[in-house]
Nanobody, 113 residues
Framework: QVQFVESGGGLVQPGGSLRLSCTAS????????MGWYRQAPGKQRELVAI?????NYADSVKGRFTIYRDNAKNTVYLQMNSLKPEDTAVYYC?????????WGQGTQVTVSS
């Protein structure tokens, strides 16, 4: 069993900031990547940012979002600055281990005035 604790979503005005966090626990080992995906209504789930070795970002968030990982805590963070309405989506934590691929339950981010 793998458990996730996601937090940090919410409603923010355009130009504002949010920080998401995700902690994975339980029967999980040999994690080689942690990251975030998002899915907006009527759209496919897409990669936002992921740490595989170093950080990797979708073009749409480069320069605005920062991902970082605390290996000791199996936690990944996503600092989101200069948020835009088009960033509105459910954000999902993703953990990749050698044996499986895991997903958090998702947290809603809404950017609106």
């Amino acid at each position: 069993q793998v458990q996730f604790v996601e937090s940090g979503g919410g409603l923010v005005q355009p130009g504002g900031s949010l920080r998401l966090s995700c902690t994975a626990s339980g029967s999980i080992s040999s994690i080689y990547a942690m990251g975030w995906y998002r899915q907006a209504p009527g759209k496919q789930r897409e990669l936002v940012a992921i740490v595989i070795g170093g950080p990797n970002y979708a073009d749409s968030v480069k320069g605005r979002f920062t991902i970082y990982r605390d290996n000791a805590k199996n936690t990944v963070y996503l600092q989101m600055n200069s948020l835009k309405p088009e960033d509105t989506a459910v954000y999902y934590c993703n953990v990749r281990a050698t044996t499986s691929n895991y997903w958090g339950q998702g947290t809603q981010v809404t950017v609106s005035s």
